[in-house]
């Protein structure tokens, strides 16, 4: 499937279930939020280890849509006014970035509207790097989640789950987005993997890749189902073999402008 008629496609889909979310986004905030109780005693004691787990973005960091992410215009030189000043252009989808659910949901919460509590939670790094060495398009599925608990012990309520799937090792060449026939191709988290992560109170997903959804989804099942309930996702993390499977708090500096699908953030995780 062409690129042009993937995004047609979600657009369409996106219309057609309007009424199906609304509602939808106000309760998923209210069930995470409640949640925040119970997941702060697993948070972290700083030990003085910062991972930081942001790309730097740049107008060659890869975007879905293929566009550059993000355009400099010089506003004033130091020689000759003495300061530097850039006028920015950016998409909210590109480099380390959120997904809020007004992303994917008409009466979703915008990226301004996420509760802050939810911005500073335990991470839990889910490592499906064998997965993806076998299969490009490899989804993080309930039996993963199933074998992170049975090695680390339960996920907190209010936690981010992150997807390590060794992508980062292809940035800075076409591997990274497409596969050589141009289609997209990159690990993803399944609908059943994230249904279930919802029944816990899980907070917020988060992908080494540039979807929450495997580059061969045709549906976005994930954004049609996460993001809708209140939830936000982080796409293209950085440096997650850095850190362990559990144990670290994450730190995301999500954007703040107002009716924001998402946007570019810095994301820092503390051991």
Known sequence: MCNACVMENVRRSMLSRRDLFRGGAAMGAAAVASGLVAARPALAEAHGTVVDLTHTLDGNFPTFDGNPGILYTSQYEHDPDGYKIWEITFYEHSGTHIDAPFH?????????????????????????????????????????????????????????VAMNSGWEAKLGTPG????????????????????????????????????????NSADFAVHYSWLPSGRYGIENLASLDALPPAGATLFVGAPKHAQGTGGPARVLAVM
């Open 104 to 160: 994917f949901a008409a009466d979703g919460a915008s990226v301004d509207q996420l509760p802050p509590e939810t911005l500073v939670c335990p991470l839990c790094v889910v490592d499906i790097k064998a997965k993806a060495a076998d299969d490009p398009n490899a989804m993080l599925e309930p039996e993963d989640i199933e074998a992170w608990i049975s090695a680390n012990g339960e996920i907190p309520a209010g936690a981010c």
């Open 176 to 215: 990274y987005r497409n596969d050589d026939a141009g289609n997209f191709t990159f690990p993803g988290f399944a609908q059943s993997a994230t249904d279930m992560l919802a029944e816990m109170g899980v907070a917020c997903i988060g992908v080494d890749t540039l979807s929450l959804d495997p580059g």
